[in-house]
């Protein structure tokens, strides 16, 4: 949550700092600001609302220096407002922006204020604004007191800060929270991950838990969390600038949607021949762990779960290995029981989600046979500590309801189920059979977003609505929850998915003429059975939509409403190809209700606190 990017320079850094929080933004949306270090003072202009109301403040008053930190915020502490926007001030002296959420800051808010410091804000940020400044007044440089704040914080943290009396000095620290150090020449950055700073830089270095950086335009310097220096390795990232942009797209997650065919081949990339998933693609000895696995835990949030859920059902049907799927936040709350052998699989998009990351901190030390990190970031948290590694390759991701990063994730498991299914002695004849389905999904998601004018047109029939049902059965639900979950995401139609085959242990009471109903059907062994809860839908009026398999078309008649057909692939590959369809209806449904399609209210892209 929240976005950081901070800057030193021999140039003004302002423009930077605020292309910065564009790129950023898809992070947090409700308040922006910005803080200039320039002629021994520290001026700021923060305000609520987006970006562009602090560029529209900027041109009233604009700010200019060689240094300076801004921030694009995601609420925690304090509703959103300019007086609980960043940066925050202590005094006139010190700066600072910080995402994350600091625990303990009850307890340090009444020790700094019997100390003599006034609070003016409700964030818990204010409380390291103030605690660095009281131990800069205990005769500390500002490098000295962020390292010695930091240990007085309890919880996940990312911070940037500036002081009046060091000109050019921007000190950065982080645990729990991405921050990543840009090498420019003769100017380094920081920011909350590498796309604010392409435009300027393709070298990073990515601090790592504890860091504390000391950066100005000439050089920097890193103290780990014992408080030694160290070297950090530095990386060229290969994105360019142009990755991160909208192009001729109306928004970013329709530019996602159709960035899918190639996102999945790129996924598939050197990690299957045509007859089979080749050895060693999760890490140096990985099959030689796989093939100790007889249980597999997945743990995942939001989106990422339901790609874990798709999974489950796969992996035991095919694998013929016992499966769990979780959600993070419940995972790391109990105490689970682990079977013997059994693989951890953490499952995020960033790689910083903080309840997933504290899952595989304690999978580490549960018993597992290995974990293993299914991630779209490189360099991430998640990467970083997970034994095993299979990276999506989905490339940025900048709206924030996932689209291509769903897809990338169901590839890249199904990679997982087929290589823990031969070990398990699957048919060689049914697996080539799945290898060869993989090889061609590329081009069935590019059949599948053919059907853009018709879900276009069909989505007038949603914009009036206040509610829809979202049904699928076997691993389908999981699709149904996923369709469900991007209709509600951008367009705010409450929406809900059921196992069809629960319609009548409840949700059949909400089935009216006035309730959209969208069953995904896949042609399986289910179909039946799914045919027959739909049966259920129009014997009460209910207005049906069914995305359905053309092999499966046979099934169907007039009375089962309206029916959109598209070459799902078959078992392996029907979950993946029909979360396209449902992604494109909900686009539009959104579009035409008029909402922010990339930056839905209340939500962030990377949720990196609890």
């Known amino acids: ?81 300019t007086r609980n926007a960043h940066p925050i001030l202590s005094g006139e002296r010190l700066a600072l922006v910080h995402n994350g959420i600091i625990e303990n800051h009850e307890a340090l808010r009444r020790e700094l204020a019997d100390a003599g410091f006034e609070f003016t804000s409700e964030t818990d940020t204010e409380v390291i604004a103030h605690l660095i400044a009281h131990l800069m007044d205990a005769g500390n440089d500002l490098f000295g007191a962020v390292r010695r704040a930091v240990e007085r914080l309890h919880g996940a943290f990312a911070v940037a800060a500036v002081c009046a009396a060091e000109p050019g000095v921007v000190v950065g620290a982080r645990r ?94 050197g990690r299957i021949s045509a007859t089979r998933v080749l050895p060693n693609i999760f890490g140096v000895g990985a099959d030689e762990q796989l093939a100790r696995v007889r249980n597999v835990h997945i743990v995942a949030c939001g989106t990422s779960y339901h790609a874990g859920l798709v999974a489950r059902y796969q992996l035991e049907q095919l694998a013929g290995i016992p499966c769990m799927a979780e959600v993070a936040s419940e995972y790391r709350y109990r105490r689970p029981v682990v079977p013997e052998d059994t693989l951890f699989v953490a499952i995020s998009q960033s790689g910083e989600t903080a309840d997933t990351l504290a899952a595989l901190r304690h999978a580490r030390e549960a018993g597992y046979v290995t974990t293993l990190a299914i991630c779209n970031v490189p360099e991430s948290s998640l990467v970083r500590e997970a034994d095993l590694v299979l990276m999506t390759r989905a490339g940025p991701e900048i709206g924030v309801a996932s689209t291509k990063a769903f897809t990338t994730q169901l590839v890249a498991l199904q990679l997982l189920m087929l290589e823990l299914a031969r070990l398990n002695g699957m048919d060689a004849a049914a697996y080539e059979a799945c290898v060869a389905d993989l090889n061609r999904l590329p081009e069935l998601l590019n059949r599948a977003l053919e059907l853009d004018a018709e879900l276009e047109r069909l989505a007038e029939r949603f914009v009036d609505k206040h509610h ?128 922010d399609v990339d930056q839905p209210r209340n939500l962030a892209k990377s949720v990196t606190v609890e």
């Not at 990755?243 to 190639?262: L, N, S, T």
């Not at 979950?575 to 686009?587: D, E, G, I, M």
Request: some cysteine.
């Open 468 to 595: 829809a049902l979202f049904l699928g059965r076997g691993s389908h639900y999981p699709i149904a929850m996923e369709g469900a979950l991007k209709l509600k995401e951008i367009s705010y139609v409450h929406a809900e998915a059921y196992p069809a085959g629960e319609l009548k242990h409840g949700p059949l009471a909400l089935v009216d003429s006035d309730m959209p109903v969208v069953a995904v059907a896949p042609n399986n062994r289910l179909l039946e059975k799914l045919v027959s809860n739909i049966e259920e839908v129009h014997a009460r009026g209910g207005e049906l939509y069914v995305f359905a398999d053309v092999e499966a078309e046979a099934s169907f008649s007039e009375r089962h409403g309206r029916l959109i057909k598209l070459d799902a692939g078959g078992a392996l590959l029907a979950p993946v190809v029909l979360t396209v369809p449902l992604q494109l209806l909900a686009y539009h449904v959104a579009v035409l209700r008029g909402t």
């Open 176 to 269: 729990g929270s991405p921050l990543v150090l840009g090498l420019g020449f003769g100017e380094h950055f920081l920011a909350s991950d590498i796309h604010p700073l392409l435009p300027v830089t393709n070298r990073f270095v990515y601090l790592e838990e504890g860091d504390v950086v000391r950066l100005e335009a000439r050089g920097f310097e890193v103290r780990d969390a014992g408080d030694q220096a160290v070297e950090r390795p530095v990386h060229e990232a290969d994105l360019s600038a142009d990755a991160v942009q909208r192009g001729d797209y109306r928004h970013y997650m329709q530019k996602e949607i159709f960035e899918q065919p190639q996102a999945v081949a790129e996924t598939l990339e």
């Open 1 to 81: 949550m929240c976005g950081i990017v901070a800057a030193s320079a021999r140039r003004d850094v302002s423009d930077i700092l605020i292309a910065g929080l564009h790129a950023l933004e898809y992070r947090g949306y409700d308040s922006a600001g910005i803080a200039v270090q320039a002629d021994g003072l520290i001026e700021r202009q923060r305000t609520e609302g987006k970006v562009r109301a602090l560029e529209d403040l900027l041109q009233e008053s604009p700010l200019h220096g060689p240094c300076g930190i801004a921030h694009t915020r995601w609420a925690t502490h304090g509703i959103p407002s």
